[in-house]
Structures are given as C-alpha cells and as structure tokens.
C-alpha cells in the first residue's frame, strides 16, 4: 500500500472519529432552565383556591337554577291520545291511511303567567337524526345554487325520479328533506285564534348562507311521501320550517322549533289546540309532544347548569373544610425531610 493511501485513510478514520465524538449542543430549553411560574402548593393557598371556587359557583348555580325553574313550560304528549280506539290495536293502519280522520283536539291548562313570546316546538323521542346514512343523504352545494340542482351524488335513495321517462332531480334531495315534519297546530283562546309566527324560527346564517335564494322545490314529494310538502313557489331561503328541520339533532331525543306566540297567557287559561296528526312515529316506536315554553336570561328550562355549578362549588367548600380540619388536627411543617421514602427506610428495604 502506498504512503499515500495509508495517510488518506489516516484523514477519513479522523474525520469520522470527529463526527461521532462531536458534542451535543445544549440549550436553555432543553436543560429547563427558562423562566418559568412554579407555585408551592402550601395549604394556606389550596384551601383558599377551593374556598373562592365555592364562593363564586354557588351564587352562579343558585341563581342558574331559580332562573330554570322560573321558566314556565306546557307538555303534552299527543301521538297515543290522537289515535281513535278502533286503531288503537294497528297505529299504522291509521297513519297510513288516507281516509282516516287525522284531525285531533286537546285542551292545554296555564299554569302559571306566560308572558311572551311563548316559543311552540315539537318534541321527538326515539327518532334518530344522527345516524350515519341518514346525515349524509343531502346535499349541501344543491341547498345553495340553482345552478347544482343536479348535484344528488349523495342523496340516494330520494335522488332523482322519473318525469315524462326523463330522470330528473328531486330539489331538496335526500332522506332528511324527505322526512321533513308535518304535523300542524292550530291554538285558540275562547274561541279566538291565536297567530304563530313562524318567521325567524331558524338560524339567520343557515337561511342567507346554507339555503339559496334563487333554489325552488321541485319534484319533491313526488313518490312516496315521507313528510311535509313544500311550496314550489317560495325559495328555499324562506322555508323555515325546511331550514329548522335540516339542522340534524345529535341525541334521538330532541325538540325543534316550531313558531311563536306573541300575546301573553294568563294562569288557569284553557288552551284549545286542534292538531294535525300526519308524522309516523308508530312504525318506529317514537313519541310525539307538543311542548310551550317561556324563556330566560339561561334559555329554556333545564336545571343542569344550575346543579352542576352547584356540585362543584360544595365539593370545593367541602375540600376546604375537610382540608382545614386536617390542617388543625395533624398538621405538621412544610416541606419536612422526615417524611421522605428514604429517611423513613434509610437502608432502602422494603418489609412486609
């Protein structure tokens, strides 16, 4: 071997020695050491955290809470009153037929003041919005343009049907315009009727954004009808109830607006609502309630937020009182060696 190869292996076996015996760089970072906030925990400041989170959650949850149960809200349950007693054995045979009375009265009570507005829904149990074919049968770019009615890629099986032996598509397309509700309510007062406002019922940004202007019912419920019937001459920007219908709920228990009253009810009033019982719910097992109901500074009646406010600030007072009897009875100095692993077993052993 020449000197020369010799010394130019020499250089590579140097060269390669420098690379792996080169130093790893350091920072303040990787070390830690940046400035950085590291409380003590002492008991002094514990026990005055869970006594402020206390003091503040507990007036918010009392105050939550009497403002649920100020709310005042009417319930009624009416798919199993509506049905006549010689169906009462086949609901379907009653709510698929087309010659059977549909048409049903019931009388609701005031209970207490409803000062208005005084918000309709209706209510549906047992009816899932949130199941994975039915979500995704619509389509959303056919909802916003004219110009992509014929966009039903998704919306299988109510797509398209048949019009003079040419396939045309059914705007709005898919099973959840399909299944749109159509029951109706009609409300009187000593036999005065009483308006609905069905207007603002729905989200402002889905109907300027979501549902277009220039977009038209057609072909809708041409085939086996599932629900309500929309009016071809009314953009669907303006249909409301379609709008507050597609918004898909995510529990199968759940209520949708309907309208609002604009006149105050006075207690002990009675109530006449002549209902318009088309909705199946019988071939599923579902439940259909009419439900009235004031609101509040919290929205509706629901005591969650209250009792939950109100669980954690007691667990927090509890902690606090729990902690300080602690701190009475055995307290002892902070940050006290005695009590480390290794003082108390200075060998390092373990017994049993």
């Given at each position: 071997?020449?000197?020369g190869g010799?010394?130019?292996?020499?250089?590579?076996?140097?060269?390669?020695t420098?690379?792996?015996?080169?130093?790893?760089?350091?920072?303040?970072?990787?070390?830690?050491?940046?400035?950085?906030?590291?409380?003590?925990?002492?008991?002094?400041?514990?026990?005055?955290a869970?006594?402020?989170?206390?003091?503040?959650?507990?007036?918010?949850?009392?105050?939550?809470?009497?403002a649920s149960r100020?709310?005042?809200?009417?319930?009624?349950?009416?798919?199993?009153d509506c049905?006549?007693s010689i169906?009462?054995?086949?609901?379907?045979?009653?709510?698929?037929?087309?010659?059977?009375?549909?048409?049903?009265?019931?009388?609701?009570?005031v209970?207490?003041?409803?000062?208005n507005?005084?918000?309709?829904?209706?209510?549906?149990?047992?009816?899932?919005?949130?199941?994975?074919?039915?979500?995704?049968?619509?389509?959303?770019?056919?909802?916003?343009?004219k110009?992509?009615?014929?966009?039903?890629?998704?919306?299988?099986?109510?797509a398209?049907v048949?019009?003079?032996?040419?396939?045309?598509?059914?705007v709005?397309?898919?099973?959840i315009?399909?299944?749109m509700?159509?029951?109706?309510y009609?409300?009187?007062?000593?036999?005065?009727?009483?308006?609905?406002?069905?207007?603002g019922?729905?989200?402002?940004?889905?109907?300027e954004y979501k549902?277009?202007?220039?977009?038209?019912?057609?072909?809708?419920?041409?085939?086996?009808?599932?629900g309500?019937?929309l009016?071809?001459?009314?953009?669907?920007?303006?249909?409301e109830d379609?709008?507050?219908?597609m918004?898909?709920?995510?529990?199968?228990?759940?209520?949708?607006?309907?309208?609002?009253?604009?006149?105050d009810?006075e207690v002990?009033?009675?109530?006449?609502?002549?209902?318009?019982?088309n909705y199946n719910?019988?071939?599923?097992?579902?439940?259909?309630?009419?439900?009235?109901?004031?609101?509040?500074?919290?929205?509706?009646?629901?005591?969650f937020?209250?009792?939950?406010?109100?669980?954690?600030g007691?667990?927090?007072?509890?902690?606090a009182?729990?902690?300080?009897?602690?701190?009475v009875?055995?307290?002892?100095?902070?940050?006290?060696?005695?009590?480390?692993?290794?003082?108390r077993?200075?060998?390092?052993l373990f017994f049993?």
């Amino acid at each position: 071997m020449s000197p020369g190869g010799a010394e130019g292996g020499s250089e590579t076996s140097s060269a390669a020695t420098k690379k792996h015996s080169k130093k790893p760089k350091y920072s303040r970072f990787t070390q830690q050491e940046l400035p950085a906030c590291k409380p003590i925990l002492t008991p002094g400041w514990v026990i005055t955290a869970f006594i402020f989170i206390g003091v503040i959650f507990i007036p918010i949850g009392l105050a939550s809470l009497f403002a649920s149960r100020n709310v005042v809200e009417i319930a009624d349950r009416y798919d199993e009153d509506c049905v006549p007693s010689i169906y009462a054995s086949d609901t379907l045979a009653y709510i698929r037929s087309s010659q059977t009375n549909k048409s049903c009265t019931k009388t609701l009570n005031v209970p207490k003041k409803m000062k208005n507005p005084i918000y309709v829904y209706y209510q549906l149990d047992n009816f899932y919005q949130n199941h994975r074919r039915y979500v995704k049968s619509r389509s959303d770019k056919q909802l916003r343009s004219k110009a992509n009615e014929y966009k039903t890629k998704d919306c299988s099986p109510e797509a398209t049907v048949l019009v003079s032996n040419k396939e045309m598509p059914i705007v709005p397309c898919g099973l959840i315009a399909w299944s749109m509700f159509n029951d109706t309510y009609g409300f009187s007062l000593n036999d005065k009727a009483i308006q609905v406002n069905k207007k603002g019922i729905a989200w402002k940004s889905d109907g300027e954004y979501k549902f277009g202007s220039d977009v038209y019912p057609k072909n809708f419920q041409s085939g086996v009808i599932g629900g309500a019937k929309l009016n071809e001459n009314i953009p669907l920007s303006q249909q409301e109830d379609l709008i507050v219908w597609m918004r898909t709920a995510a529990l199968p228990n759940f209520r949708k607006l309907y309208g609002k009253i604009e006149v105050d009810l006075e207690v002990n009033e009675k109530i006449t609502v002549v209902i318009q019982n088309n909705y199946n719910t019988y071939s599923f097992g579902g439940k259909k309630t009419l439900v009235l109901s004031t609101t509040s500074w919290i929205g509706g009646k629901n005591d969650f937020l209250g009792v939950a406010y109100l669980t954690v600030g007691g667990l927090c007072l509890f902690m606090a009182i729990s902690f300080i009897f602690l701190y009475v009875v055995r307290p002892r100095p902070l940050g006290d060696p005695s009590y480390l692993s290794w003082n108390r077993n200075p060998d390092g052993l373990f017994f049993n």
